[in-house]
């Protein structure tokens, strides 16, 4: 499988990363970026090939739109004429695969893709929408490729990627500023940053793992920190009254409808 990427920024480079650790092999990816100082840092990082947009593309099976969705019209319709039978897959936030399609030429093997950034240590949560002319082999090479990286959902109708954008794709920002909050508040009871640090992210991965391969769901394991009466009940409910509960989801939520917005926009 070669698979060239349209895009070698930050969500590219998570996945070629996943990808590389996990059996891929360098000469199995492309990258094509305009910035010569993006394709220096990818060749010498991972030791792909890199090439700039207005070289001709490399025969490929896969073609990955990675950029951003403000770019992608332009971009898609600069390579139009050079699919060549690839599938065409698209991690974009919002651009519908319609939209993409007549960008396209009306192109019809298109698959969204939304994945999420810990890609790169394969543990990346991918939702994927495959439009009707799909083939069984392309979704094969489709999962091939998202379960080097993680794990992925199918979705049946193409609106359930918002939601996806929303809770996995945008996901991992909200648990890192969760970490920075619980770094400064270790930071604020007078320890050092580096022990901040080691307490704010250890706790996530404990409580994460514990949370992993444990039988009893979130509230159950909460209910299991917090003694009647004792300091984490305090704090809880100081996050209750604060509403952080409402507004996480109201959070995604509005992320979900960005999601929508972009496609409205493209
Ligand atoms: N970051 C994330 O966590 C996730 C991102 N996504 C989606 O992935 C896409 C990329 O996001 P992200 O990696 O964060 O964005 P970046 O801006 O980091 O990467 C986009 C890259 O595309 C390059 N580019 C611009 N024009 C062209 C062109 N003509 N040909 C090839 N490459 C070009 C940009 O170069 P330059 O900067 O010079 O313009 C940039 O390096 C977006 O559509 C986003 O919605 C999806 C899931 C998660
Ligand atoms: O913020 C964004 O728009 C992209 C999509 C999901 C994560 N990053």
Not at 43 to 64: G, K, R
Not at 110 to 127: D, E, F, H, K
Not at 218 to 247: C, D, P, Y
Request: proline share 4%; hydrophobic share 45%.
């Amino acid at each position: 499988m070669k698979i060239t990427f349209i895009g070698g920024g930050n969500m590219a480079i998570a996945m070629i990363g996943g990808m590389l650790k996990q059996g891929f092999s360098t000469n199995q990816i492309h990258v094509v970026d305009p910035s010569e100082e993006q394709r220096a840092h990818l060749s010498h990082t991972y030791a792909i090939e890199c090439s700039s947009p207005d070289q001709p593309l490399l025969p490929s099976d896969v073609i990955l739109f990675a950029v951003k969705p403000q770019q992608l019209q332009a971009v898609a319709q600069s390579l139009c004429a050079q699919i060549n039978g690839a599938l065409v897959i698209s991690i974009a936030a919002g651009v519908r695969a319609d939209t993409l399609a007549k960008w396209l030429d009306a192109y019809p093997r298109i698959v969204r893709v939304m994945p999420n950034t810990p890609a790169l240590v394969q543990a990346g949560m991918s939702g994927a929408y495959a439009t009707s002319n799909v083939t069984p082999a392309d979704r094969a090479l489709t999962e091939r490729m998202l379960a080097a990286i993680g794990e992925m959902v199918w979705v049946e109708n193409e609106s359930e990627i918002d939601g996806i954008t929303a809770i996995s794709g945008s996901g991992p920002a909200y648990v890192f500023y969760f970490m920075e909050a619980l770094q400064a508040a270790a930071h604020a009871q007078g320890f050092a940053p580096d022990v901040a640090r080691k307490l704010a992210y250890k706790t996530f991965e404990g409580a994460v793992k514990l949370a992993l391969q444990s039988e009893d769901d979130a509230a159950t394991l909460r209910k299991k920190v917090t003694s009647k009466g004792g300091t984490t009940e305090r704090a809880i409910n100081a996050l209750e009254t604060s509403q952080v509960r409402t507004t996480i989801i109201a959070a995604a939520a509005a992320a979900a409808a960005r999601s929508r917005e972009l496609g409205e926009e493209s």
